[in-house]
T-cell receptor, first 113, second 118 residues
């Protein structure tokens, strides 16, 4: 089955700097890659996703890149702000209506003031 | 946007009792709902996939007689933890896939239910 690995497990950056989180997946049939932000005591919230027919997608300060050949995808947050502090999860799915989403292990991002 | 609710948000129960958690899609129909559990500082682990009107599909290692799932309608799925024990204490999260979302099927997550078994 699909396996998603995520690095780093913790990340601390100065406010205003950029943060990058990287993931790899094992199943070449995966074609949908969402990223979730989870705040303490809450459920995950989708922040951005990318499909396998696209190499890059951007939404304001957040961008995601996908390298299908290498089975890598990354989340980039620019101009980080204190409210970006949270746990971020990458995930992979085969994208059909019945497909499971397999989560990475999570990255705890801390923004230093 | 699509909203998924869970009830209760937290529950404390005695060992040996059963607890029911509800997951509702508030503004869309969900043919498929998923149940996850999350231990502190860990990732979400899929427990089962619930399809409306049919039996749930459980992940390997998840006891179906322990975690009863009922997906009675296109907007409601329930998870019942039977004969709960302290090791069942966890954060339970559901998600729902919008019936109309097309082939990629974005999942919308509920706020989670924290279960503490004494």
């Amino acid at each position: 089955g699909e396996n998603v690995e995520q690095h780093p497990s913790t990340l601390s950056v100065q406010e205003g700097d950029s943060a990058v989180i990287k993931c790899t997946y094992s199943d070449s049939a995966s074609n949908y890659f969402p990223w979730y932000k989870q705040e303490l005591g809450k459920g995950p919230q989708l922040i951005i996703d990318i499909r396998s027919n696209v190499g890059e997608k951007k939404d304001q300060r957040i961008a995601v890149t996908l390298n299908k050949t290498a089975k890598h995808f990354s989340l980039h947050i620019t101009e980080t702000q204190p409210e970006d502090s949270a746990v971020y999860f990458c995930a992979a799915s085969k994208g059909s209506s019945a497909s499971k989403i397999i989560f990475g292990s999570g990255t705890r991002l801390s923004i230093r003031p | 946007g699509a909203v998924v609710s869970q009830h209760p948000s937290w529950v404390i129960c005695k060992s040996g009792t059963s607890v029911k958690i509800e997951c509702r899609s508030l503004d869309f129909q969900a043919t498929t709902m998923f149940w996850y559990r999350q231990f502190p500082k860990q990732s979400l682990m899929l427990m089962a996939t619930s399809n409306e009107g049919s039996k749930a599909t459980y992940e390997q290692g998840v006891e179906k007689d322990k975690f009863l799932i009922n997906h009675a309608s296109l907007t409601l799925s329930t998870l019942t933890v039977t004969s709960a024990h302290p090791e069942d204490s966890s954060f339970y999260i559901c998600s729902a896939r919008d019936r109309a979302s097309g082939s990629f099927g974005e999942q919308f997550f509920g706020p989670g239910t924290r279960l503490t078994v004494l």
